[in-house]
C-alpha cells in the first residue's frame, strides 16, 4: 500500500518569513496529493491539492510542487502569519488517501 | 451545509464497555472515511465505504472493532470491548468521489477508555 514520509515533524519560523514542508510516497499510481491545515481540537482541513499532471499549483501565500519522477511533493507557504500555526498534514491517493505523519508549524510574531 | 457531523464529541468509558461513534456525512457524498488519530501513529485508515458498501476494512486494527453504513446518512463505528489502548481522537470524513478528490472532516469524537 501507500506509504507517506513527512518533513519536518516541527518547525518554527519568524512571522514574514517563509515554511515548507516535505513529503515523499511510494505508489507511482497515486495521482491526487492533497495538504490538510489541522487546528487545535479540530478536524484536518484541505486547504490545497495537486493532481498528478500539474507540477505546481498556487493559491494566495500557498503553493505546492510535485516531482512525480522522484515522488516528491511540497507545501510552501510566504509570508506567515501567526494564525498559519498548526499541524500540517500531506496525503497521497491512488483510490483512498494515506496521510503523513504531520509537521507542526509555529510562526512566531 | 452543516458538514459532516459526528457524535459524540467525547467519551469517556471503562474498559469492557462498549461504544458506538457516529458519523452522518455530507450530503450527495458517496464515499466515506473512518481515521482513528494518536500522537505515536499518527492518522491510520480503518475503513471506507463507497455507496454504502464496504471497499477496505484491512485497516480495523481487530475484530473488536466493526462498523456500518446502513443507508447514505449515517454510519458507526462500534468497539466491544473497548480497551485502554483504543483512547484517541476519531474522524469520520465523506468525499464525492472516494480518494480522488479531496475529504472534509468531521470534528472528531475523542474516546477515552479508563
Known amino acids: 500500500g501507500e506509504n507517506v514520509e513527512q518533513h519536518p515533524s516541527t518547525l518554527s519560523v519568524q512571522e514574514g518569513d517563509s515554511a515548507v514542508i516535505k513529503c515523499t510516497y511510494s505508489?507511482?499510481?497515486?495521482?491526487?496529493f492533497p495538504w490538510y491545515k489541522q487546528e487545535l481540537g479540530k478536524g484536518p482541513q484541505l486547504i490545497i491539492d495537486i493532481r498528478s499532471n500539474v507540477g505546481e499549483k498556487k493559491d494566495q501565500r500557498i503553493a505546492v510542487t510535485l516531482n512525480k519522477t522522484a515522488k516528491h511533493f511540497s507545501l510552501h507557504i510566504t509570508e506567515t502569519q501567526p494564525e498559519d500555526s498548526a499541524v500540517y498534514f500531506c496525503?497521497?491517493?491512488?483510490?483512498?488517501?494515506?496521510f503523513g505523519a504531520g509537521t507542526r508549524l509555529t510562526v512566531k510574531p | 451545509d452543516a458538514g459532516v457531523i459526528q457524535s459524540p464529541r467525547h467519551e469517556v468509558t471503562e474498559m469492557g464497555q462498549e461504544v458506538t461513534l457516529r458519523c452522518k456525512p455530507i450530503s450527495g457524498h458517496n464515499s466515506l472515511f473512518w481515521y482513528r488519530q494518536t500522537m505515536m501513529r499518527g492518522l491510520e485508515l480503518l475503513i471506507y465505504?463507497?455507496?454504502?458498501?464496504?471497499?477496505?476494512d484491512s485497516g480495523m486494527p481487530e475484530d473488536r472493532f466493526s462498523a456500518k453504513m446502513p443507508n447514505a446518512s449515517f454510519s458507526t463505528l462500534k468497539i466491544q470491548p473497548s480497551e485502554p489502548r483504543d483512547s484517541a481522537v476519531y474522524f469520520c470524513a465523506s468525499s464525492l468521489a472516494g480518494g480522488a478528490v479531496g475529504y472534509t472532516f468531521g470534528s472528531g469524537t475523542r474516546l477515552t477508555v479508563v
Open positions: 465505504f463507497n455507496n454504502n458498501v464496504p471497499i477496505d
Open positions: 505508489d507511482s499510481a497515486s495521482n491526487y
Open positions: 496525503a497521497a491517493s491512488p483510490n483512498d488517501m494515506r
